[in-house]
């Protein structure tokens, strides 16, 4: 279905240079219409929105298809029965030239090969959704180190069972916290644990800046010296060749006994049956898991019942101003795209 850009105020009428149809959600379309139309007049093209139809099983028609040349993969699509719509449409259209995601990572949407062959470009809503995950690894880290599953155990069977004497949680302060992957979510997990009064330690490929919140910096190659020194581990790195499986049954043996992890990134970063057995033998004394290699999470996998886990359905993300950073992001595109610069958050295909 066609929508309104097409007919804009004169001001944009008359700085338009040519004809773009962006496919978006309705509801998307209907939040954003008016920065919508102000990114068109900024970039100088006339916007022709097409949104997808209300009913999921019908399709554009082939001139309507034929028109699009940008799509937005909002949340609302993503989340929806209109995903499938949304997949056939891109797939279909001819003269696609770009999709935006609106999250960091792309990887597991199965029609990304399709578009790659076709040399369709890509681009992420890095950054968008950063800061909410990097305050829910918190959140789990201070659930953890204060010890809450033993409080919600108790509470579950309505016993008063206070923590004292050598069942006291440790001071957090001076504890030492490993965070693998330095992006806004590491950066931001990493701030807190300053201000916590930790000693942070970070690991990516960059050397430390004055302006990293952290007291070290390293490269993922100095991992065996790094984790016998960590009592706490946060993964917030992208997946990759070099960090699939990066926390396994060899570098979990590493870590103290009793040390903690947090997983906010992907699931495949971790082997999770290492996880579960150093979970089960004390090897870890508890974790945070919100991401896992298979999802949703398997109803039979041991991670639901083990007392020292806190496990979340890949929903650490979750902000109400997520959707407005990334259109943000996709605008700041649009003018970019429309004036042949170079794109925000461009996902370099192999």
């Known amino acids: 279905m066609s929508d309104g850009l097409h007919h804009p105020p004169s001001a944009i009428r008359q700085s338009r240079q040519f004809m773009t149809g962006i496919l978006l ?3 998307t379309f209907a939040a954003y219409r008016d920065p919508i139309a102000e990114a068109a007049r900024e970039a ?3 916007a022709r929105v097409l949104h997808l139809p209300d009913d999921p099983q019908a399709r554009f028609s082939a001139a ?8 937005f993969f909002t949340r609302d ?3 929806s029965n209109h995903y499938q719509s949304f997949v056939d449409t891109v797939t279909a259209a001819p003269d696609l030239k770009w999709v935006h995601f609106p999250n960091a990572g792309v990887d597991q949407h199965p029609f990304l090969p399709s578009l790659a062959a076709r040399k369709v470009r890509l681009t992420a809503s890095a950054g968008s959704n950063g800061e909410p995950v990097g305050q829910t ?10 010890n809450f599953p033993h409080w919600w155990a108790a509470q579950g069977r309505r016993e008063w069972r206070p923590l004292r004497g050598d069942a006291a949680p440790r001071d957090l302060r001076g504890q030492t916290v490993l965070v693998i992957g330095m992006g806004l979510v590491g950066s931001t997990v990493a701030r807190f644990c300053q201000v916590l009064g930790m000693h ?8 430390r800046g004055p302006e990293d919140p952290v007291d070290e910096m390293h490269t993922l190659a100095a991992l065996p010296q790094l984790l016998p020194r960590s009592d706490w581990v946060v993964l917030a790195c992208s997946l990759n060749p070099e960090t699939r499986r990066v926390i396994n049954a060899k570098t979990l043996a590493l870590l103290p006994r009793g040390a903690r992890l947090i997983n906010v990134c992907r699931g495949g ?27 949703p999470l398997a109803a039979e996998s041991p991670l639901w019942d083990l007392p020292n ?32 610069k170079p794109l925000q958050n461009e996902v370099v295909q192999a």
Do not use: C
């Not at 496990?311 to 970019?336: C, E």
């Open 25 to 27: 959600s309705k509801k």
């Open 137 to 146: 690894a918190i959140a789990g880290l201070l659930l953890l180190a204060r």
């Open 309 to 340: 886990v806190i496990v979340s359905p890949h929903n650490a993300q979750a902000s109400a101003g997520n959707d407005g950073r990334a259109m943000q992001i996709f605008l700041a595109n649009l003018v970019k795209w429309a004036q042949g």
């Open 77 to 79: 699509i993503r989340f």
């Open 200 to 207: 942070v330690i970070g690991v990516r490929r960059k050397p």
């Open 64 to 71: 309507e298809t034929a028109a699009i040349e940008i799509a």
């Open 44 to 46: 100088g093209i006339e």
């Open 269 to 295: 970063v971790v082997d999770e049956p290492a996880v579960i057995e150093a979970l089960r033998g004390g090897q870890l004394g508890g974790a945070y898991l919100d991401v896992f290699e298979a999802e």
